[in-house]
């Protein structure tokens, strides 16, 4: 009886292996060719998982809204009139950039590039010297509010523009170097030095090679390889939002939707929260608590002793304040924040012929491509800080397009030509093609300003004490994530399966 039941036992596996065996691999449905199979080819179709969710990143459903004012436009600058617009979804960080996450960024630049390359390190220090005013003593957050522990977990300020893009770019490759790292593919290296450090681009092309621990295997060829971009598996670039993103974001419209399917379009919001108040207004122990940090009015930046409103006097913690729907943080007061975008003072909605413009609004484009070695095809070497080199297109190739006819897009329906107005920074006018749109309102800001709609503008490379930043992320692929496909789809309503070819 025992003999038998092992015996049992035995022929089950091996049908249970010979039929795995037989398991049919996955065909292409349009050649009948064998996906993933070196026999077949070695065409790879890759297991995808989806994008993942980088560190301290929130996803944002998009849809369309109304952007632009929605209070009196008490400045008469006119500068944000309503438009309707849809934004692609994307992921936006939960918090402000911390003086802690811009403190590591410094610690990297200098222990990559400090001896050779000293002053890529100087030209990333912030400027401590903004908290400086003539009429104030404020030498004391000149000295701590960047440098010492107290101000860990506050909003990093005194960062230019182009600083900002700067860390995104290190932020990109420090995430991506991480993922290659926790999945197994790479060993850390942190001994990294001057070109040989590792850059996404350039690790994509084969001009960085990391200490490699396990390699992917490669269908075509039977051999190993190391990651590629069709793997899906590093993610997109951090950036600045777009103001569009941004506005987007800040208002929290989910929040409205979540009790009905109707497009509630109409209802919108004066600031992060509904209501048109900045105070908590539920009967409970935070009621009439501020729900943002900003200046109530003149000399007034936090309320009396004994019962200060928004506890701060100058910045706060990243987590303080009422988070919106989204659930993201301070996307009103605390800190002004960049954005992506050039500031021009007409919108798209003033202007004619701008049906294409009002999905992911944007303006700001300049289109580079790689530098490419006229003999291989290649990209050329990278540079000295270990960056592929790019160029802007050439204009012989973009005049010959439909799309767009010119590299560098700043001034397309500004409103110069419509108006006879031209752009004339020094001349007619303080906006120049290094004005970048700044949002949210600040701790130093009256509470007009906190409303998404507001819109201001700064140089690219100024700071101030003001302004800080968080980055963005694009969403690849479905905009809802969570395994969802884009597009509606019916059951029972498909006529023809995909057929297997043996």
């Known amino acids: 009886m025992k003999k038998t039941l092992i015996l049992g036992l035995n022929f089950a596996l091996l049908v249970f292996v010979l039929a795995s065996c037989g398991k049919k691999s996955e065909s292409s449905s349009t050649t009948g060719w064998k996906y993933n199979d070196q026999k077949w080819g070695g065409f790879e179709k890759t297991d995808y998982e989806g994008q993942v969710t980088g560190p301290n990143l929130m996803l944002i459903e998009g849809g369309t809204f109304v952007m632009g004012k929605v209070q009196q436009d008490v400045t008469y600058e006119w500068n944000n009139i309503e438009r309707r617009v849809t934004v692609g979804s994307f992921y936006i960080d939960e918090t402000e950039v911390r003086n802690i996450d811009y403190q590591e960024y410094l610690f990297w630049v200098q222990k990559v590039y400090g001896e050779t390359y000293p002053e890529v390190w100087r030209h990333a220090l912030p400027d401590t010297l903004v908290w400086r005013e003539e009429l104030a003593y404020n030498e004391p957050m000149v000295e701590n509010y960047f440098r010492t522990p107290d101000y860990y977990d506050y909003p990093m300020v005194g960062v230019s523009w182009n600083q900002s893009n700067d860390f995104c770019k290190w932020r990109t490759d420090r995430v991506n170097e991480m993922i290659l790292i926790k999945r197994g593919i790479i060993d850390p290296t942190p001994d990294q030095k001057d070109d040989n450090n590792f850059n996404t681009e350039a690790y994509l092309v084969g001009q960085y090679q990391p200490a490699a621990k396990k390699l ?45 399917k109707d497009e509630l379009i109409t209802d919108r919001r004066i600031y992060p929260w509904n209501g048109n108040t900045v105070r908590y207004q539920k009967r409970n122990k935070n009621q009439g608590k501020m729900l943002a940090n900003f200046k109530r009015g003149g000399g007034d930046f936090g309320g009396m ?12 913690d990243v987590l303080s304040g009422w988070p919106n729907d989204y659930g993201l943080f301070n996307m009103a007061g605390n800190v002004n924040e960049w954005t992506m975008d050039l500031y021009r003072p007409l919108t798209a909605s003033d202007l004619e012929d701008t049906e294409s413009q009002d ?5 700001g484009n300049v289109f580079m491509t790689k530098t490419i070695d006229k003999e291989t095809g290649l990209p050329v070497q990278k540079d000295s800080l270990g960056h592929l080199k790019y160029e802007l297109m050439d204009t012989t190739t973009t005049a010959l397009r439909d799309n767009y006819k010119r590299p560098q897009e700043f001034n397309y329906l500004d409103g110069d030509k419509e108006s006879n107005i031209e752009y004339r920074y020094g001349v007619s006018t303080l906006i120049s093609d290094k004005a970048r749109v700044i949002k949210g309102g600040s701790w130093a800001d009256r509470a007009f300003w906190l409303s998404p709609g507001a819109r201001r503008f700064l140089e690219e490379d100024k700071a101030s004490r003001t302004i800080g930043f968080r980055c963005a992320m694009v969403r690849k692929g479905p905009v809802k994530g969570n395994g969802e496909k884009d597009g509606n789809f019916f059951k029972g309503r498909r006529q023809k399966q995909n057929r297997r070819y043996d």
């Open 305 to 316: 002793a004994g019962a200060l409103n928004d506890k701060a006097f100058f910045p706060a």
């Open 359 to 363: 999905l992911n609004s944007y303006r």
């Open 216 to 260: 992917l295997k490669d269908q075509a060829t039977g051999g190993e390889r190391q990651v590629r971009l069709e793997d899906g598996i590093l993610l997109p670039t951090y950036r600045l939002p777009t103001e569009a993103e941004w506005e987007y974001a800040a208002l929290g419209l989910l929040g409205n939707q979540a009790t009905t």
